[in-house]
């Protein structure tokens, strides 16, 4: 399992039609936004594609300025089981 999270800045002219392009990738989802062009953005694995993928596939959209990587999980376990023994 791979999951990462990227903060994508957009050109705010663009930022309606570049959160959409965003949604329509398999495994990313848009959490939230601002007016000045900056989504955070989810990436992870699912049956049809890579999260890795997803972040090559992001930078590459139109009206995306830059996408960086904030967070990245990778392992074998499902991440709830890993945040659950951590704390415990």
Known sequence: MNICSLVVHARP???GDVQASLE????????GRSDDGKLVVTAEDTGEAQANDAMM???DLDGV?????IYH?????PLEEEIIRESH
Do not use: F, S, T
């Open 73 to 77: 999980y990778g392992g074998e376990e």
């Open 24 to 31: 329509q990738l398999p495994g990313v989802e848009v959490h």
């Open 57 to 59: 596939a992001i930078q």
């Open 65 to 69: 300025l830059n996408a960086v990587l």
């Open 13 to 15: 002219e663009r930022l």
